[in-house]
T-cell receptor
Framework: GAGVSQSPSNKVTEKGKDVELRCDPI?????LYWYRQSLGQGLEFLIY????????KSGLPSDRFSAERTGGSVSTLTIQRTQQEDSAVYLC??????????FGSGTRLTVV | EDQVTQSPEALRLQEGESSSLNCSYT??????LFWYRQDPGKGPEFLFT???AGEEKEKERLKATLTKKESFLHITAPKPEDSATYLC????????????FGPGTRLSVLP
């Protein structure tokens, strides 16, 4: 597709359950970012993938968070044992030199 | 401490009333300053990248400028469709490849 696709668009889960969020970047974009946006807060960096290099995981808030990128394309962000403070909009962005950064519409996660 | 701040937090303008939004940053080794527009329920939409002090970029009613400590997003004769949250983000040597976003300015343009 022409843009960055994220699914699901909305997810409501019970505290303690695991969730998987998916990001389909723009074809040919080599870099992929995950950010989190909480209500009234700025975007918080989570993780960055670039080609085949080891990902920059420095923004992951705890070891309950993990992400992978398969085949240099689709990425999955997994949150284990979700907590209410994990409620936020999770945004994915992909990048290619000359094309700039493009964000998806995000996944709104609500932990009840 | 490196940080990115934006002011004002919220701004209400009448249609046609020009104004400016501010993004101040304290980082070392700036690689780029980015402006995004975000509509409710959507991801940020890229507007501009500025790389060095003195640089300016324009797009329709928007003009972005950069100094060594801050950036301004000037909005000339805004229209209601310009209503959105405007985010700035900084990429710097100390951050590696990621961006640090400011908290945003919520702009409302009234008809």
């Amino acid at each position: 597709g022409a843009g960055v696709s994220q699914s699901p668009s909305n997810k409501v889960t019970e505290k303690g359950k695991d969730v998987e969020l998916r990001c389909d970047p723009i074809s040919g974009h080599t870099a992929l970012y995950w950010y989190r946006q909480s209500l009234g807060q700025g975007l918080e960096f989570l993780i960055y993938f670039q080609g085949n290099s080891a990902p920059d995981k420095s923004g992951l808030p705890s070891d309950r968070f993990s992400a992978e990128r398969t085949g240099g394309s689709v990425s999955t962000l997994t949150i284990q044992r979700t907590q209410q403070e994990d409620s936020a909009v999770y945004l994915c962005a992909s990048f290619r030199l000359g094309s700039g950064y493009t964000f998806g519409s995000g996944t709104r996660l609500t932990v009840v | 401490e490196d940080q990115v701040t934006q002011s004002p937090e919220a701004l209400r303008l009448q249609e046609g009333e020009s104004s400016s939004l501010n993004c101040s940053y304290t980082v070392s080794g700036l690689r780029g300053l980015f402006w995004y527009r975000q509509d409710p329920g959507k991801g940020p939409e890229f507007l501009f990248t500025l790389y060095s002090a003195g640089e300016e970029k324009e797009k329709e009613r928007l003009k972005a400028t950069l100094t060594k400590k801050e950036s301004f997003l000037h909005i000339t004769a805004p229209k209601p469709e310009d209503s959105a949250t405007y985010l700035c983000a900084v990429q710097a040597r100390s951050y590696g490849q990621n961006f640090v976003f400011g908290p945003g300015t919520r702009l409302s343009v009234l008809p």
